[in-house]
């Protein structure tokens, strides 16, 4: 019993800190947390060892056994189909060789009854106490701020958020029923409701419904067989009851499509943007049918399938049988199907082997086994390690039989042993060779931009190379090592660099612009355009390149090519620009435009133009929009014309749909107009500089939106968060606030 208390607050502690820091994406990009976990592991690693030989346990065979081997077999056969992404794809390997080897530690402290179920339950009830509490206070800070905000608690994305959540509220409301006190059966109660309160306020679809499927199986398979039955109700006061009940039922499950409902409306959450994943995944496992592109590699060839930037990367397919066929072909997608029939056949199995009070905790892991799988149909957060362990709990509670059988054959007895020991061994080298090389290039890349420098960009790509030299297959520190060559001005070597990491990274459109531009300064005009013509064909959607091209094309006399391309560029989101009015040719392009009463509105106020702009309000999109911006321009256009507006009243409205960095600077433009309307020339130009301020390009900031999420989730490495050179033209997205700001 001691042993268990000792095990529990042991288990409950590292719960914390994984959930919170250790197994976040946050955990994998800061060096020094990785240390730390690596130390966690291998103490963990250590002691299973060590108390294994010395308490004499024996080892067992394991239901997921062959399916485990099968699955290195497959990955290895991808890898070897696809070398030219191994390094990818042992970023890949290495948390695959690490949940392997969980599974068995966990499985040989449950078969060996040295770990009770009920005490992994607890830690994981108690542990996950943080993150409930971090996620309510998110929302709290949000909603004081007038916003109903998805929260992500310390897991960060608000979908990983959910899929930990599922998993908890399945446990929670699985040991409500194991115990006897009242008390704690209460408290349970309102933890559980507390969680499922925030699994809703997180928005995740996926996560919504496979919480709902997993609590409906765990409460089921608690029920006895004769329930209906003996709550019939017999009394007016049981069927009212019944009555309320069933009410407050049919409310919460109102309450749940209304919710999954309204995540359509959110931004970047509509139903089409997934359905086009999934299209996607599926053109690229027509690709490779039998091997796949080999497993980590989604995100690189997804790159092909949509115009990124201005849509956003993903490093999987938002579905895990989709991710398995794109990733490792028809081959993983037999193992998928095999993994899951062993899994299901073993749950049935020992739910028929078991008692009553085994079948309870039988419930948990079986429930939460279905919850996660059904959440994994609808997305993948299982990216994040934090959520790969949180499912693979459940199945281990679900599939390893209580009374399991040990290996007999003597090449098991011996390989078993000295297998997990190399895979130990591996594993742990492995991280520490990667985090140690990983920590000096995270060191390295950000002494140019911290205050008193004391490295130039040219000095600092100088020493990446040894960095390089020491992977030279992860290509992302080639990149880094491209870009600050580039900004340092050493175009030869930032060529150099640019084309080794697009020899291994075709699909990255924004190193080809940064190329291009690296050869129009040298005067390779050939090249340059080439490049270019490259970025366009990977991100057709991308404005700002489809102009640079033009751009390109209009210098060299090429007429036919420049106009195809500023057509490419021209749309009602970019007429605003006014690069369109450096060149008569570009002014006889925007011709084309048909008129366009927003663009005119915004023409005529950032010109001080005369205009009847009430029509042109009347008439524009921007009427139509519950936006800051749309406030603060009926509030320059009230001001231009005379008519009656309550500014303070206008400003307050406007900062309440405050969502981004553009906003505020509307707020700040606004109040800059309202000081030059009451003659207030010096608050004017502090407000207008203040307002430029807010939307100008610095070089640690991120200036393509989500552009950082490929070197964070695809190689798993810290970036410059600035892609492009900064004399790439890639203007802010709100053309109209640049265009009013910059005339």
Avoid at 377 to 388: E, H, N, S
Wanted: proline share 4%; net charge neutral.
């Amino acid at each position: 019993m001691r042993s268990q208390t000792l095990l529990r607050a042991i288990l409950t502690l590292l719960v914390v800190y994984f959930s919170t820091f250790g197994m976040t994406f946050n955990g994998i990009l800061i060096p020094e947390l990785r240390w730390v976990t690596l130390a966690i592991v291998l103490v963990g690693l250590s002691a299973w060892f060590i108390t294994h030989y010395r308490a004499k346990w024996i080892w067992h065979r394991s239901p997921l056994d062959m399916a485990l081997i099968l699955w290195m077999v497959i990955i290895g056969v991808s890898i070897l189909a696809n070398i030219d992404t191994w390094r990818r794809s042992a970023n890949g390997i290495w948390f695959v060789v690490g949940y392997v080897l969980l599974w068995y530690m966990l499985s040989d402290w449950l078969m060996n009854n040295r770990l009770q179920r009920t005490t992994l339950i607890d830690s994981v009830i108690m542990g996950g106490m943080a993150i409930v509490f971090f996620g309510y206070l998110q929302f709290l800070t949000a909603l004081g701020r007038g916003e109903i905000a998805r929260v992500g608690s310390l897991v960060g994305n608000p979908n990983s958020l959910g899929a930990f959540l599922l998993m908890l509220l399945t446990f929670i409301v699985g040991r409500i029923f194991t115990l006897k006190n009242r008390t704690g059966r209460r408290l349970l109660i309102g933890y559980a409701l507390a969680t499922a309160i925030l699994l809703g306020i997180t928005f995740s679809r996926g996560a919504l419904a496979g919480g709902a499927i997993s609590t409906i199986i765990v409460i089921a398979l608690n029920l006895p067989r004769d329930f209906w039955g003996k709550i019939k109700p017999q009394t007016a006061r049981s069927r009212l009851i019944w009555g309320l009940g069933g009410f407050a039922t049919l409310l919460i499950g109102i309450g749940v499509v209304f919710i999954m409902v309204r995540s359509f409306s959110l931004a970047g959450r509509s139903a089409d943007l997934r359905i086009d994943i999934y299209a996607n995944a599926l053109t690229i496992f027509a690709d490779s049918p039998i091997t796949g592109h080999g497993l980590f590699t989604f995100g690189r060839e997804f790159a092909t399938q949509q115009s990124q930037p201005p849509q956003q990367p993903h490093s999987h397919a938002h579905n895990g049988v989709l991710l398995v066929m794109a990733e490792l072909g028809i081959l993983g997608l037999a193992i998928l199907s095999m993994t899951v029939i062993t899994v299901l056949m073993m749950m049935r199995h020992n739910w028929r082997e078991a008692d009553i009070a085994q079948r309870r905790l039988l419930a948990i892991g079986i429930a939460g086994s279905i919850g996660f799988g059904v959440h994994h149909l609808l997305d993948f957060p299982a990216m994040m390690p934090l959520i790969a362990i949180s499912g693979l709990i459940p199945i281990a509670l679900a599939v390893i039989p209580y009374q399991p059988k040990p290996l007999q054959a003597c090449f098991r007895v011996i390989g078993h042993p000295v297998a997990m020991f190399i895979g130990s061994i591996v594993f742990i080298g492995w991280g520490g060779w990667v985090t140690s090389v990983y920590g000096n290039y995270t060191a390295l890349v950000a002494r140019p931009f911290v205050q008193n420098a004391d490295m130039t960009y040219t000095q600092v790509a100088d020493a990446l190379q040894s960095i390089i030299n020491a992977d030279p297959a992860m290509a992302w520190y080639i990149n880094q090592q491209a870009y600050l060559y580039a900004l340092g001005g050493d175009d030869a070597s930032a060529i150099q660099a640019y084309q080794s990491f697009l020899a291994s990274e075709p699909t990255h459109s924004i190193s080809w612009v940064n190329l291009a531009r690296v050869y129009w300064r040298m005067g390779d005009v050939e090249n340059a355009i080439d490049a270019q013509r490259q970025a366009v064909s990977l991100a057709p959607k991308s404005f700002p390149f489809a102009f640079t091209l033009g751009e390109y094309l209009e210098a060299t006399g090429d007429t036919d090519g420049a106009y195809q391309a500023y057509l490419r560029a021209l749309h009602e989101s970019t007429a605003s620009w006014h690069e369109w009015d450096e060149t008569p040719f570009r002014q006889a392009v925007l011709a084309t435009l048909e008129n366009s009463d927003s663009h005119q509105l915004i023409t005529a106020l950032a010109d001080d133009q005369p205009a009847s702009l009430i029509a042109l309000w009347e008439n524009s999109l921007y009427r139509t929009e519950n936006s800051t911006r749309a406030k603060i321009l009926w509030l320059m256009v009230a001001l231009r014309e005379g008519e009656v507006v309550d500014t303070a009243q206008q400003i307050h409205e406007a900062k309440s749909q405050i969502r981004s960095v553009y906003d505020e600077a509307w707020v700040l433009l606004g109040q800059a107009w309202i000081a030059r309307h009451e003659g207030d020339v010096a608050r004017y130009n502090d407000l207008s500089e203040q307002a430029q301020n807010k939307i100008a390009r610095k070089i640690n900031q991120e200036d393509v939106s989500f552009a950082t999420n490929i070197p964070y989730f695809q190689f798993l490495v810290a970036s410059i968060p600035r892609q492009l050179l900064p004399d790439v033209f890639y203007p802010i997205p709100d053309a109209p606030l640049r265009r009013l700001l910059e005339d």
